[in-house]
């Protein structure tokens, strides 16, 4: 009797997305149609109930364990509206306090980047932290007659790692059980093995419009070729694509130029990285892009309706050995950051974002081709049932 293989759900979607190809029956799963409205670009409201929903209560990633890979390496994250502190302690294990001296409120970290420390002094009276956040030094701790300081700590939120991300919660009572909440996403994260990527290279940028409208960018398969004919677009075929939702997340695969042959060959000869391009969207606000020898991470973290922070890892198997391997992912990146994501991607969500405000459209239709956005609306919605509107 022959064994069984189980395939991890990436594979089984490019799976039926292939037999579906090639019997004629694929088709998007749009459900009904809708139109959006240009207000929950602009309004106010709108972004203040999405953070007490949404962004203050998921689980967010905040970097990569090979941000911090020894004792003492930590680093200041201040994308979510409060100043964090991550940092991985001498037991291993990545912590996640607020970067708040419990004395005055100094700041105790304010380095750019990754930096290495065996403890945290605030620089206005030298209250000493341990990297467990626990409080070790107070000087002159006897003149403070009326209050035990010792028990001062350093205020720690949720912080949990899986896949190599990492992820915290402003939520101070949240329960971050990763494996229910990535579901069989999970299974992927292990499929291409996040844990053991290194990051390459990182952008942080500033771009002028709401953030949903580049998430919503990376969930549009009718753009791919128009958009991006310059650059990538053609890659890939026209409107060839399949959607899945899993929980709270999107599964998403666009067929590249050589699917056609892919779809005719044997399962053993598929090489689906290079035949198609598999990308993620993490609830609430995370895009994954499986390209052929990397990974593109793009965290978004609005500051304001018109204002979205955008920071783009980049994830590679192993670091580069060779002049020629260095060379090959600097060019990748620069491409690929630089030419496709800020030059096309993100310059039409700014385009876009002026023309919210016009006043020009009062509805925003969605072909079948976006279904994508639509289910990330549909998502947003199930979290935000108190918001209507205007």
Not at 20 to 39: E, F, I, M, R, W
Not at 48 to 59: G, H, M, S, V, Y
Not at 85 to 108: A, E, P, Q, S, Y
Request: aromatic share 8%; net charge negative; with cysteine.
């Amino acid at each position: 009797m022959g064994q069984t293989v189980s395939y991890p759900p990436h594979m089984r979607q490019v799976m039926d997305f292939v037999e579906a190809v090639n019997a004629g029956t694929h088709v998007l799963p749009t459900g009904k149609t809708k139109s959006l409205c240009p207000s929950i670009y602009t309004d106010e409201a709108r972004l203040d109930a999405e953070r007490e929903a949404i962004l203050n209560k998921a689980p967010i990633i905040v970097g990569h364990i090979d941000d911090l890979k020894t004792a003492g390496d930590h680093f200041a994250f201040d994308y979510l509206g409060q100043p964090l502190l991550i940092v991985r302690g001498k037991d291993d294990i990545i912590r996640t306090f607020l970067n708040v001296c419990r004395h005055r409120g100094v700041r105790l970290c304010n380095a750019e980047g990754v930096t290495r420390k065996p403890s945290f002094v605030c620089p206005y009276h030298n209250w000493t932290y341990g990297l467990n956040g626990d409080l070790i030094n107070v000087p002159l701790e006897e003149s403070f007659e009326n209050e035990n300081v010792s028990s001062r700590n350093l205020a720690a939120i949720p912080c949990a790692v899986k896949g190599g991300l990492i992820f915290v919660s402003l939520d101070k009572e949240a329960d971050l059980n990763l494996d229910s909440f990535l579901g069989n996403i999970a299974e992927d994260l292990d499929a291409f093995n996040f844990e053991g990527q290194v990051i390459f290279d990182r952008s942080v940028r500033t771009k002028k419009c709401n953030w949903k409208l580049i998430l919503e960018a990376f969930e549009d398969n009718y753009h791919v070729i128009r958009l991006h004919k310059n650059t990538l677009g053609g890659l890939f075929l026209d409107a060839t694509a399949d959607i899945e939702r899993v929980g709270d997340h999107m599964r998403s695969l666009v067929a590249r130029s050589s699917f056609e042959e892919m779809r005719n060959k044997p399962q053993a000869a598929w090489d689906e990285r290079n035949d198609t391009t598999l990308a993620y969207f993490l609830f609430p606000n995370t895009v994954i892009i499986i390209h052929p020898d990397y990974i593109s991470h793009l965290g978004l973290y609005p500051t304001s309706t018109d204002e979205t922070v955008c920071i783009h890892t980049c994830l590679i198997d192993k670091t580069p050995e060779t002049e020629k391997e260095q060379a090959h992912f600097e060019r990748a990146f620069a491409v690929i950051d630089e030419g496709v994501f800020n030059a096309e991607d993100f310059f039409v969500c700014e385009q876009a974002q002026i023309g919210m405000h016009s006043g020009t459209n009062e509805t925003l239709p969605l072909s079948t081709h976006e279904v994508g956005i639509q289910l990330l609306h549909d998502i947003f919605d199930e979290h935000l049932i108190n918001y209507e509107a205007t």
